[in-house]
């Protein structure tokens, strides 16, 4: 893990952690091809404060470090807090990440997707993946969970809306499933550009958290509904 001050090289932080490299696009530092930088030299010459930006990329950082869930202490919980848990901590983090990846997948799909033909699969299955997700979270929030919440006092037994959201759960298992076999297990190749690598890296965390989301909803949340 590395310890961000202004002598940390830009492209460490990202490679570290994946969301700092929005900060660094808003702010036009380039991540990429001049990621051999460190911070206090990204700004030199540029209308930018260092202790902003530092700022900013500690409290990236911070955030990120905080998305290290621990499921084990949902269990005993009542359902409106992990009901509560889940949209505050997952569907806050999609309803972010999946607008701001969209730019990074559709520019590798476009300039590198000729040479790797991979690359136009990973765009559909990405967008297919937001589409997805973001239309689930929704359904949850609208009509789901307000019915899960009130049925915890009734004691009754939402298990059709359920199987629905199970379905789309594996939907989303499938998709993600194929994005890891077409990136050989997000692994980019050795001449892989910042970016390249910085979209492989991001999916996989998503990965990492959708999976997580859903054991919470699968295996903690709706069990208590059957």
């Known amino acids: 893990m590395i310890v961000l001050n202004e002598e940390s090289i830009v492209k460490e932080i990202v490679n570290e952690y994946p969301r700092t490299s929005d900060i660094f696009k808003r702010y036009q530092i380039d991540f990429c091809c001049g990621g051999n930088n460190s911070l206090l030299h990204a700004v030199e010459n540029k209308a930018i404060s260092l202790e902003q930006l530092m700022s900013e990329l500690h409290e990236s950082v911070q955030n990120e470090q905080n998305k290290l869930d621990q499921p084990d202490i949902w269990t005993n919980s009542s359902s409106e807090q992990l009901i509560q848990h889940i949209q505050e901590y997952y569907h806050a983090e999609l309803k972010e990440e999946l607008p701001a990846l969209s730019p990074y997948v559709t520019k590798v799909s476009r300039v590198h997707g000729e040479r790797k033909p991979?690359?136009?699969?990973v765009n559909e299955l990405f967008y297919a993946l937001k589409k997805e997700l973001l239309e689930h979270t929704e359904k949850e929030e609208q009509e789901v969970f307000p019915i899960l919440i009130q049925l915890e006092?009734?004691?009754?037994?939402p298990a059709d809306q359920l199987q629905s959201l199970m379905e789309e759960h594996r939907e989303v298992g499938q998709i993600l499933a194929e994005l890891r076999s077409v990136t050989s297990n997000f692994t980019p190749p050795h001449d892989a550009c910042g970016t390249y690598r910085l979209v492989y890296k991001r999916?996989?965390?998503?990965?990492?958290?959708?999976?997580?989301?859903?054991?919470?909803?699968?295996?903690?949340?709706?069990p208590r509904y059957s």
């Open 118 to 121: 991979e690359l136009l699969r």
């Open 153 to 157: 006092q009734d004691q009754a037994n």
């Open 203 to 222: 999916l996989e965390r998503l990965e990492e958290q959708t999976f997580m989301h859903i054991h919470l909803e699968n295996n903690i949340l709706f």
